[in-house]
């Protein structure tokens, strides 16, 4: 089975910098995503990550360690419409199949 | 790039009636499809994955069903609603991108 872990919520300010974290445990590794979910709507792909390191994206970055079964994502320059819920998702196994957190919901205040 | 088309957007039905929701893929074929629901304030719970063609895996036992009679179509059914058959269905192809969802909502 699958193990993922991230905060229920976080909140912080127009214009500032955000770390949300994720961690797992599981066997069979394939890659991490990361998704922005806004009330009401579908999931919106962010990242992919399948090998350690840093993926910048504009205002956004993903960072993935497969040793420590961790990633992040970082948004910069926060603007009130980044407020969402974040979900971090992990593909393992052979059959490919995406198991999701239960997602950060981020609160941006002025 | 794959496109995930999903209809209709927003659905009410009585207990006990039945349901089918249908999922269409543009840009790939033979592309791995699922099915998700997110209940209220939840994460998303996979209900059904397919490989391929008439392959159909269910992670979840339940009241619903899943067919795939073409390559870029995948279908939830069931044949009576529950109350607890309320939320958000979302179909998916590849982990990458996903259809713009039907709320259901039982009453």
């Known amino acids: 089975g699958q193990n993922i872990d991230q905060p229920t919520e976080m909140t912080a300010t127009e214009g500032a910098i955000v770390q949300i974290n994720c961690t797992y445990q599981?066997?069979?590794?394939?890659?991490l995503f990361w998704y922005q979910q806004h009330a009401g709507e579908a999931p919106t792909f962010l990242s992919y990550n399948v090998l350690d390191g840093l993926e910048e994206k504009g205002r956004f970055s993903s960072f993935l360690s497969r040793s420590k079964g961790y990633s992040y994502l970082l948004l910069k320059e926060l603007q009130m419409k980044d407020s969402a819920s974040y979900l971090c998702a992990v593909w393992s196994g052979g059959s490919y199949i995406p198991t999701f957190g239960r997602g950060t919901s981020l609160i941006v205040h002025p | 790039s794959q496109t995930i088309h999903q209809w209709p957007a927003t659905l009410v039905q009585p207990v006990g009636s039945p349901l089918s929701l249908e999922c269409t893929v543009e840009g790939t074929s033979n592309p791995n499809l699922y099915w998700y629901r997110q209940a209220a304030g939840r994460g998303l719970q996979l209900l059904f994955y397919s490989v391929g063609i008439g392959q159909i895996s269910s992670e979840v036992p339940q009241n619903l069903s899943a067919s795939r009679p073409q390559d870029r179509q995948f279908i939830l059914s069931s044949k009576k609603l529950l109350l607890s058959d309320s939320g958000f269905y979302l179909c998916a192809g590849q982990g990458y991108t996903f259809g713009s969802g039907t709320r259901l909502t039982v009453v």
């Open positions: 599981t066997s069979g590794f394939n890659g």
